[in-house]
């Protein structure tokens, strides 16, 4: 530790080294700044077309870096009246280079994006800049907007609420502002539609994320997911209701640390006892891949059964199961619990159980990013994280010196026996504050504890506090503001209030749009230089006092978190001040207690009522909270090498999807097809090498019939001498052939050509969706193959492969025998029911308050997003002309009432008594 502290002091970090190389760069950029200030508008603008025209002969971006800097900079000060610092033309520099630039807060993160934006803009591939909601993208392509427009790009914002054009167009700019979500979700509704000119996105060439740390770590915890209603399983979640009660205390096993609910290996035999005897289990093992979904209803029954109580976590009301919110403890009504969990609650309540919603696509946010070619990102507290992010996305992080020293005074951590002697500890030291006009910052852990502190607050006299609770972005980025008044009181949760400079005395821009709106021409100039008094009075008195004050009201798990807090104070130099509180009630000390804390509090004397401040205490939690990130790591790193596993299938077939969608003719695919199948249906009926007496004649002549809709007489054939399965396959790959020839020139090629990839897109989509259920479920239950000494990881990349070799091989069969039987009518088309596209969800768990922030996308989105259904929308535009229209199933097939069709599965015999499996009867049209 010696050696490197002075090997330290000699040659400096690693990350003074990397900034040192930035330098000479910094210095060329600053040498054509007096150039650039004789040019005039035009000419300063006319520099983006010549850039251009540069890179299209030949020349790489960072051929360009030192007068595309000076140009922005340049154009930053007319525009904006802003000039970048040396050290943001570092942060400039460090975005362009696949990295992460740490930089404190005030530092002026949204103006270093500027220089990385513009140069990446060049291409015109387009670049995206992430925000972590609404108001900041809005906001920054606001503000940005003007020096971006000075130099001639364009800009596009993508929020709620738009449709599929203005999407299109904010994404064809050169540079697009947007939330995680929005990105993310605009992807996966791309890859649900039927032609390219329905798609909005143009690729994923360069982005930088905002708040990266947030958005790439807090919350990729949990995927984005379009959901839409699936079959009624209302009796399999009666049925695991029944079982649960059945088991005793040994049959499972609690871990309140991890919320989660496990079987034992004795309640496991008693649950298959008990299915077998009802018949309700495939094969004799309950983790067989045949009973997947089963384990999945089981495991949804236990965890309602035993970690969720009426009255605390939901309530009953009106027949309906309703949340409440574990930090309010306010009703939820409308949101539910995924993954089958909230039917469970409803048929442990004996209540109307609601459908279930079924996955229709899904992505997590490390593998949506990790699309770019290039990607960056930008925020104030990345170092902690830095293996993760080098790990999961290849990215480097590199803190950027501040532009003058930080002046804040960081104090050791205050550590009480109680929760209530911290609290009026706390209570005790605002007061003394507000009592000299110093503001304060209080950073709590939850909304719950944020109201609780306040009403202390309110009995000891303390008016006129701010509680923010990280909801409503526009309306907090204004309170934030004047967190910097004097005597201000602002309680917020760790995360709230990002984006927003808290700035002593007030925020000048925000004071001037708030409180001289409506008002024009001098009227207007006189109240803006009165609030420029007041500000600078203000700020005067704050200075004096001490600058801001921050006071966190216990550790969060990760020192990340709580370093977001402390860098509220002391921005641009300013002085400010910082210290944390805790108690051995708080979660982060009863839940990963803090080894030897008691024994070391018994030295330094802990009393009742007492405090100990004291550099042990700091560092032995901030060891606590380094072990519990490296926890939570490798737990986001394991979930996401199942994830991976999904998503090398998933590439497979959203790229197949695209090469069909740009394909004119796949006849050629459908043709494959078809040969495959017949392949297939020969060699099972017919082995290689078998006599003709050996063969299934029965079988052969009823699946070509029901794969390729093609009469054979197999029987004849095994009579004539010399026969073998190479000529049966001959012959009734020969006899399909001509079939499916002559179904072409009844309709013409054009319109079957539209048929045949309108059905091929189809199927895909309903076989990826049911795969992705199967898939989730097998995830959920692998994790038992370990008991067996198997790696799960390696069993669930197997059964997966195996699984999307069953798609595929469906696939094939789907799509041969939907065309063999599909006939055309010549009439007007009528326009199909298809899916109940306002039933279709977005869905984003945030993973600190267990909400939907996806929520208000829930509908109005995808119904205009998606598009017509595809066996109509492509087939009718060719059909129109020539006066076709419908596809409709084959006629042949036995009539059927439709409700005896509901949520049969699709391995299932079909209803109508054909004896055919129901995907290859009514199942298949």
């Not at 009246?81 to 949204?110: C, P, W």
């Not at 009796?235 to 496990?262: C, H, N, V, W």
């Not at 019939?705 to 001498?721: G, I, R």
Request: charged fraction near 30%; charge should be negative.
């Amino acid at each position: 530790m010696v050696l490197a502290a002075i090997a330290k002091a000699i040659f400096g970090s690693a990350n003074d080294r990397q900034v040192k190389k930035y330098l000479p760069r910094v210095a060329a950029i600053n040498a054509l700044e007096p150039e650039f200030e004789k040019l005039s508008d035009d000419e300063l603008r006319a520099k983006t077309q010549e850039f251009r025209d540069q890179l299209a002969q030949g020349k790489e971006l960072d051929d360009i870096l030192e007068p595309a800097f000076a140009v922005v900079r340049e154009g930053a000060k007319r525009s904006l009246g802003m000039r970048h610092f040396d050290v943001q033309l570092i942060g400039g520099m460090v975005l362009n280079n696949r990295s992460i630039a740490e930089m404190k807060t005030g530092e002026g993160k949204t103006l270093v994006a500027t220089l990385a934006v513009y140069l990446n803009a060049l291409p015109g591939k387009g670049v995206h800049l992430v925000t972590v909601n609404d108001y900041l993208a809005r906001r920054d392509a606001a503000w940005m907007g003007k020096l971006y427009n000075f130099l001639g790009l364009s800009i596009g914002v993508i929020v709620h609420g738009l449709d599929d054009a203005e999407r299109k167009a904010a994404y064809d700019a050169d540079i697009t502002y947007g939330t995680n979500n929005e990105f993310g979700f605009d992807y996966l509704r791309d890859n649900m539609k039927y032609s390219r000119d329905q798609m909005v996105q143009r690729g994923h060439e360069y982005a930088i994320v905002d708040e990266v740390d947030s958005i790439l770590v807090d919350e990729a915890r949990t995927p984005l997911i379009i959901s839409g209603p699936s079959a009624d399983r209302s009796s399999l979640y009666e049925m695991a209701d029944k079982l649960i009660p059945l088991l005793g205390e040994g049959d499972f096993e609690i871990d309140e640390k991890q919320r989660s609910a496990t079987f034992t290996d004795a309640g496991i035999e008693k649950l298959e006892l008990a299915l077998n005897e009802n018949g309700q289990m495939k094969g004799g093992d309950l983790y067989d891949i045949e009973n997947v979904a089963l384990v999945h209803h089981l495991n949804s029954a236990l965890r309602a059964h035993k970690m969720f109580q009426r009255e605390k976590d939901y309530i009953v009301r009106n027949d309906e199961v309703v949340i409440i919110d574990e930090f309010t403890g306010r009703m939820m009504p409308g949101r539910r619990y995924s993954e089958g969990l909230h039917q469970a609650l409803e048929a442990k309540e004996h209540v109307k159980i609601q459908a279930e919603n079924q996955t229709l696509a899904s992505i997590t946010f490390q593998n949506y990013f990790r699309l770019y070619k290039k990607l960056n990102g930008m925020t104030g507290t990345a170092a902690t994280e830095a293996e993760e992010f080098g790990d999961i996305y290849g990215l480097n992080v590199v803190t950027i010196p501040t532009n003058v020293p930080v002046k804040r005074i960081d104090e050791d951590d205050a550590i009480f026996r109680t929760a209530a002697e911290k609290f009026d500890e706390i209570a005790n030291l605002i007061a003394e504050a507000r009592g000299r006009g110093q503001p304060v910052l209080v950073g709590t852990t939850s909304i719950e504890k944020s109201e609780m502190l306040a009403e202390i607050l309110r009995k000891k006299g303390i008016e006129n506090i701010a509680v923010l609770n990280a909801r409503y972005h526009e309306q907090e980025a204004f309170i934030v503001a004047d967190a910097g008044v004097s005597g201000a009181v602002t309680i917020a949760t760790n995360m709230a209030g990002r984006g927003t400079d808290i700035q002593l005395g007030g925020n000048l821009d925000m004071r001037i749009q708030r409180e001289t709106e409506g008002l024009e021409g001098a009227e207007r100039e006189a109240a803006i230089e009165e609030i420029k008094r007041t500000i600078a009075v203000d700020k005067a008195k704050v200075l004096a006092a001490g600058g801001l004050m921050i006071i966190g009201t216990e550790r969060h798990e990760s020192r990340r978190i709580d370093n977001q807090l402390r860098g509220r104070a002391g921005r641009q130099g300013d002085p400010g001040h910082s210290k944390f509180f805790l108690s051995l009630q708080d979660d982060l000390m009863r839940i990963f207690p803090v080894e030897s804390m008691d024994s070391m509090l018994s030295k330094l004397g802990l009393e009742q009522g007492e405090s100990i401040t004291h550099p042990w205490v700091t560092k032995a939690i901030e060891r606590a909270q380094a072990r519990v990130e490296a926890r939570n790591f490798d737990i986001r790193k394991n979930i996401l090498k199942y994830d991976d596993v999904m998503n090398d299938q998933r590439k497979v077939i959203f790229a197949e999807r695209l090469e069909l969608m740009d394909a004119d003719d796949v006849s050629e695919t459908v043709n494959s097809m078809r040969r495959e199948v017949a392949e297939d249906i020969v060699a099972k009926s017919v082995p290689h090498g078998s006599y003709p007496e050996q063969w299934n004649v029965e079988q052969l002549t009823a699946a070509a019939k029901t794969y390729l809709n093609v009469d054979v007489d197999v029987e004849a054939w095994t009579h004539e001498e010399g026969i073998d399965p190479e000529i049966v396959l001959e012959r009734i790959t020969n006899a399909a052939d001509e079939f499916a020839a002559a179904k072409v020139a009844r309709y013409t090629p054009d319109i079957m050509r539209q048929v045949e990839k309108s059905i091929l897109l189809q199927s895909i989509d309903g076989l990826w969706r049911e795969h992705l259920v199967t898939l989730d479920h097998l995830s959920k239950v692998i994790g038992w193959r370990g008991l067996a000494q198997r790696d799960p990881l390696t069993e669930y990349k197997r059964e997966a492969f195996e699984l999307f070799e069953q798609l595929l091989a469906q696939l094939r069969e789907l799509v041969t025998t939907q065309l063999s039987h599909v006939e055309i009518q010549m009439r007007q088309p009528s326009p199909p029911p298809g899916l109940d596209l306002s039933a279709l969800q977005d869905i984003h768990i945030d993973p600190t308050t267990g909400e939907n922030d996806a929520e208000s996308d829930v509908t109005g989105t995808l119904p205009r997003n998606l598009g017509p259904a595809p066996a109509l929308s492509a087939f009718a535009a060719a059909g129109a002309a020539a006066g076709a229209g419908v596809i409709e199933a084959d006629p042949a097939l036995r009539p059927i009432d439709p409700k005896l069709l509901v949520g049969v599965s699709r391995n299932a015999p079909c209803p109508c008594g054909s004896g055919r499996k129901f995907k290859h009867c009514h199942g298949a049209f």
